[in-house]
């Protein structure tokens, strides 16, 4: 596990989270890594979908043991409030008074309904930064439709353009946009949200419509309809510049998995390379694949061919000789590769083992950059479902014992 000494850069930054599932607890959970206080507004009226979800360990049940759930919420508090309740609004302003960031994935019509807008909010807390991260964005005739990263994958063009021609669209087999670029993108636009009320002290409200941010990354499909009228269409794992670029299948493992090899050539230096680890294949004195544009026109039969070549080798010693001349090589990993046997993650120190109350000793994505001179780290495992609701409303809220005992009687926490 990292070193926990020394402060962290966002140590003294409160945020207020009313998000849940994936992107916005995503989001939130990098800015704790980094120190920041992070609260969790959770409700028993509705609980957060990932806590119900799977893996879950053998014999594990109830609200605390989602690993997917427990992974995206380290080093948080959980908080209990019924946002339904009478009385609960004043509970949530008392909270985002004293917080400087407020973030919510939630559609329009419930942050509305709440009133939780950023005229709203501003009238409680005049420098809070607000971050609104709602699939559709704040305004449009789309604007209330409900998503998560399986419904943006189609949306923006990723699932027409992943898998084979021949066959349906497939997706990415992942909420990539869940996990990777719509939290990105709200992270780096809070901290420059917060270096500007450093410099300013004003706030400002922060919208992150996911479908943009997900369609940002579509850049070169979009170019090339509106420069040349091509609507590009799936084409499995070929590339439009390098050849061969594909999976290729490799001798199985002792125990029978299948093991798979991605190789990527992008130029005739590399190639030669690859024909020098291969010698003696039949591909590699076959002048059809002598240049680059030969290559791409007889693809099919290359990677044929190549994979003929590939099916006796191990994947992970073939990628290394691969790697060793130039060529870029991976083996295709599973989880179990990536957990036990990546010993480049491992050096790394990129997972961590955190011991939870109620699953134990538990792996945990690591914070997903390092900074030298303030590092991030992983202080505590994802909070028991409404762990810190005492806590949190009697030193952060100030609310007395019998405040809270009332405040949970008439069903505004739990």
């Not at 019924?82 to 949530?92: I, L, T, W």
């Not at 409680?124 to 005739?141: E, F, H, N, R, T």
């Not at 794992?237 to 299948?249: A, T």
């Not at 083992?353 to 900074?371: A, F, R």
């Amino acid at each position: 596990m990292t070193a926990t000494n020394g402060s962290r850069p966002l140590e003294g930054i409160r945020v207020a989270d009313f998000s849940w599932f994936g992107v916005g607890p995503i989001a939130a959970r990098t800015l704790a890594d980094f120190g920041a206080d992070v609260i969790r507004i959770e409700s028993e009226a509705r609980v957060d979908g990932l806590r119900l979800g799977q893996p879950i360990k053998p014999g594990k049940t109830g609200y605390n043991v989602c690993a997917y759930f427990n992974n995206f919420n380290a080093d948080k508090r959980s908080f209990l409030l019924n946002m339904s309740a009478e009385g609960s609004q004043e509970v949530a302003y008392r909270l985002i008074e004293r917080s400087d960031v407020f973030l919510s994935n939630l559609t329009p019509r419930i942050f509305e309904r709440w009133n939780l807008t950023y005229e709203q909010l501003r009238e409680v807390k005049p420098d809070i930064i607000a971050a609104y991260m709602p699939m559709q964005g704040l305004s449009g005739p789309h604007r209330d439709f409900l998503g998560f990263g399986a419904v943006l994958t189609p949306t923006t063009g990723i699932s027409h353009l992943s898998g084979d021609p021949d066959r349906a669209p497939v997706g990415v087999g992942t909420n990539y946009p869940d996990y990777v670029v719509n939290p990105g993108h709200t992270v780096i636009a809070i901290l420059a949200a917060l270096r500007h009320r450093r410099k300013t002290g004003q706030g400002q409200r922060i919208e992150l419509a996911q479908v943009e941010s997900v369609a940002a990354t579509m850049g070169p499909s979009l170019l090339d309809y509106t420069a040349n009228g091509v609507n590009q269409v799936r084409n499995g794992n070929k590339s439009s510049w390098m050849c061969p670029h594909g999976i290729y299948r490799c001798a199985d493992d002792p125990s029978g998995r299948e093991r798979w090899i991605a190789i990527a050539v992008g130029d005739d230096a590399q190639w030669e390379s690859l024909r020098a680890v291969a010698e003696g294949a039949a591909f590699t004195t076959d002048d059809r694949f002598a240049t680059l544009l030969g290559r791409r026109r007889h693809e099919d039969e290359l990677y044929i061919t190549l994979s003929d070549w590939t099916a006796s080798f191990d994947a992970a010693a073939l990628a290394l000789q691969l790697q060793s001349v130039g060529v870029a090589a991976a083996l295709v990993q599973d989880a179990e590769d990536m957990c036990e046997h990546d010993d480049h993650l491992a050096a790394r120190g990129f997972y961590e083992y955190l011991d939870h109350p109620e699953t134990d000793i538990s792996l945990y994505d690591g914070p997903i950059v390092k900074l030298h001179e303030t590092p991030g780290y992983l202080a505590s495992p994802a909070p028991l479902f409404g762990q810190h609701t005492y806590e949190v409303a009697t030193q952060v809220l100030g609310y007395s014992a019998d405040e809270v005992a009332e405040l949970t009687s008439s069903g505004v926490l739990s």
